[in-house]
C-alpha cells in the first residue's frame, strides 16, 4: 500500500472515529493518537474561562465594592501578554522557547546590519490608537462580520429558558439576569444588566428572557451554565459565552465591535511579522505610509481588514497580506476580552 | 513524568493567588490541560467536559484563600474539587456510576499523556500543527481544513498521516 492510499485509509478509519460519541480502545496506534488528541481542549474555550476567572478574580480583590462609574481598570493579571517568554503553556498548546532564541538572535542581526549601514530594507511602526475620542462604540453594518460579542448562561435546568427579552447594556454588570432567582437575600442588590455598550438598544418588555426561546410557560433559566439565562455559558442572557447577549462571546452582541478609551482597552501585537517591500516599490525606491483600519475579535485574531489609507506600488497588499497573520492580546472591558477596531498604521522605509 | 508527587514549588503560587487572586492565572495555566483531560475521558461531550472544568476553576478560585497546604501538591487539591463535581454531575444526570472515582493519582498516566502529546502537537511543523488542532480539537472535517489552507483534501490527508506518524515516533522517543 502506498502512502496516498494508507492516508486514504487512515482518514476513513478516522472519520469513524470521529463520529464515535465514546473514546473506546483503538488498536491502531495511529488511530489511538488520534482518539487521544480528540480529547485535547480548545484554546477558544481555555481563554474563554481564563477571562470569565479574571473577572471573578476582579471581584474578589480586597476592597471591592462593585465598579463605580466610569471605572476604567481591569483586572490585574488579566490575560498574560506575552505569554511566549514564560515558557508556560499557551493556549491547547505549549510555548515553544526556541522561539525567543530565534527572536533575539534575528532582532540583533537586523540591529548589527542597521549599525553597518548595509541594510536596505523597510521599518514598520505599528500605531493602534482610537479612531475617536469620545465615541466608544460602533455597530458595524449588519451582516459585514462574522457574530463575536455575545454572552449566554443558564443553571442547567432540563427546561429551555423563558421566552423574553434581555435586560439593558451597560457598561458594567452587576446582577446578571435571571428568572429563577436562587439567592433571595442578596448582598448587592442591583437591577439586572449585561455588559455591552450603553448606546445598543434590543427589544425591551416586563418579561425578562431568551429572545429566541420557545418556552413560553415555564420559567427557567435554561440549560446553559454559570448564572445567566440560555443555552451558553457564563452570565449574559443566549447561546453565547460571556456576559452580553446572543451568538459570540465576551460581551455585547452578536457582532459589536467596540473602540478604544473608556475602559477598554487597547489590543496589543504579540505576534507581528514585517511585511515584504514590493519588487515594485523597491526598485521605484518609494516609501510612505500604509494604515489599515481592522478589528481584533475576542480571541486576539484580526478581522475585518481594510486599507484606510492607501500607498500603491503594491505596498497596500504587503502590509495587508502580513497584518492579516498578526495576533494580538485582545482589548479588554471589564476583564472580559472584546472585540475593537483599531487603526495600524505600517511604514515602509528604504535605508 | 510528571505526576502528583511533583509541584512542592506550588506554594508562591498559591500563597500569591491567596493574597492577589488574579495571580491564580498562573495556577490556571499549570493545571488547566489535566482537569480537563481528567473530564474529558468521562463525559460523553466536550460541552460537558468543558462545564466541569470551568466549575472546578471557579469553585477553586472561590476557595483560594482557604486552601491550606499541607505538602500535597495543588494538583491533588483539584482533582479532589474535580472528582466532587464529577459526582454532583452524575447525580443530576440520574447517572449512579459504579466507578469510584479514587483514581485520583492519574495512576495510568493518561493524563500526564494528553499533557504530553499537547507539548508534542506544539512541536509538530506549523502546517501538520494546523491540521492537527483543526482536524481534533475544533473538529473540522478534511473538506473545510483544504478550503481554509487552499489545498487539496488529499494533501490535507497526507499532512494529517505525516503529522499522526511523527507524534507516535515523538511518543515512544519520550516515553
Do not use: C
Amino acid at each position: 500500500m502506498n502512502h496516498e492510499q494508507l492516508a486514504e485509509q487512515l482518514d476513513r478509519e478516522i472519520e469513524g472515529l470521529m463520529k464515535a460519541q465514546s473514546a473506546e480502545e483503538h488498536s491502531g496506534d495511529l488511530l489511538q493518537i488520534a482518539a487521544e488528541l480528540r480529547l485535547l481542549p480548545g484554546d477558544e474555550f481555555r481563554q474563554s474561562l481564563k477571562a470569565d476567572l479574571m473577572q471573578q478574580a476582579y471581584v474578589m480583590q480586597p476592597g471591592y465594592e462593585g465598579s463605580p462609574a466610569g471605572d476604567d481598570q481591569v483586572p490585574l493579571g488579566a490575560p498574560e501578554l506575552m505569554p511566549m517568554f514564560s515558557q508556560r503553556e499557551f493556549g491547547a498548546l505549549p510555548a515553544d522557547p526556541r522561539s525567543l532564541l530565534l527572536s533575539f538572535a534575528s532582532h540583533a542581526a537586523v540591529v548589527a546590519l542597521i549599525a553597518s549601514g548595509i541594510w536596505v530594507g523597510h521599518q514598520t511602526v505599528i500605531k493602534t490608537r482610537p479612531l475617536s475620542a469620545d465615541v466608544t462604540y460602533i455597530p458595524l453594518p449588519p451582516g459585514s462580520v462574522v457574530p463575536q460579542g455575545g454572552g449566554g448562561g443558564g443553571d442547567r435546568s432540563t427546561v429551555q429558558a423563558s421566552r423574553g427579552t434581555p435586560p439593558k447594556f451597560s457598561d458594567e454588570q452587576r446582577t446578571p439576569p435571571v428568572i429563577v432567582v436562587r439567592n433571595e437575600n442578596p448582598k448587592l442588590q442591583a437591577p439586572p444588566t449585561v455588559l455591552g455598550p450603553p448606546e445598543l438598544k434590543l427589544p425591551q418588555s416586563a418579561r425578562l428572557g431568551d429572545l429566541v426561546s420557545s418556552n413560553v410557560v415555564i420559567p427557567s433559566n435554561g440549560a446553559g451554565s454559570r448564572g445567566g439565562l440560555g443555552g451558553g455559558a457564563g452570565t449574559g442572557d443566549g447561546i453565547g459565552k460571556g456576559p452580553g447577549v446572543g451568538p459570540g462571546m465576551g460581551g455585547g452582541f452578536g457582532g459589536d465591535t467596540f473602540r478604544v478609551g473608556n475602559g477598554v482597552s487597547a489590543p496589543r501585537a504579540i505576534y507581528n511579522p514585517d511585511p515584504e517591500y514590493s519588487d515594485e516599490a523597491r526598485k521605484a525606491k518609494f516609501q510612505g505610509n500604509v494604515v489599515l483600519s481592522l478589528v481584533v475579535d475576542p480571541l486576539g485574531h484580526v478581522r475585518d481588514i481594510r486599507v484606510a489609507r492607501s500607498l500603491g506600488m503594491g505596498l497596500d497588499e504587503k502590509a495587508l497580506e502580513a497584518v492579516r497573520k498578526w495576533k494580538f492580546e485582545p482589548g479588554m472591558k471589564n476583564g472580559y476580552p472584546v472585540a475593537v477596531q483599531v487603526n495600524v498604521e505600517v511604514n515602509f522605509r528604504l535605508y | 513524568m510528571r505526576t502528583l508527587e511533583r509541584d512542592s514549588d506550588d506554594w508562591p503560587l498559591i500563597e500569591a493567588a491567596q493574597n492577589e487572586p488574579a495571580r491564580f492565572a498562573e495556577l490556571y495555566e499549570q493545571n488547566f490541560v489535566r482537569i480537563y483531560a481528567f473530564f474529558a475521558r468521562r463525559v460523553a461531550t466536550r460541552e460537558e467536559a468543558q462545564d466541569l472544568t470551568a466549575e472546578v476553576f471557579h469553585q477553586a478560585l472561590a476557595s483560594i484563600k482557604s486552601f491550606k497546604w499541607q505538602g500535597a501538591p495543588f494538583i491533588a487539591w483539584l482533582y479532589g474539587i474535580a472528582a466532587n463535581v464529577l459526582s454532583k454531575h452524575w447525580h443530576r444526570q440520574g447517572k449512579y456510576s459504579t466507578e469510584e472515582i479514587t483514581d485520583l493519582s492519574d495512576a495510568g498516566g493518561e493524563i500526564e499523556r494528553s499533557v504530553m502529546l499537547a507539548q508534542l502537537v506544539g512541536s509538530l511543523l506549523p502546517d501538520q500543527k494546523h491540521v492537527i488542532v483543526r482536524r481534533f480539537v475544533d473538529q473540522k472535517s478534511i473538506r473545510e481544513i483544504a478550503l481554509e489552507l487552499g489545498r487539496s483534501e488529499g494533501a490535507i490527508k497526507q499532512l494529517q498521516l505525516r503529522a499522526l506518524e511523527n507524534l507516535r515516533q515523538r511518543l515512544g522517543d519520550t516515553i
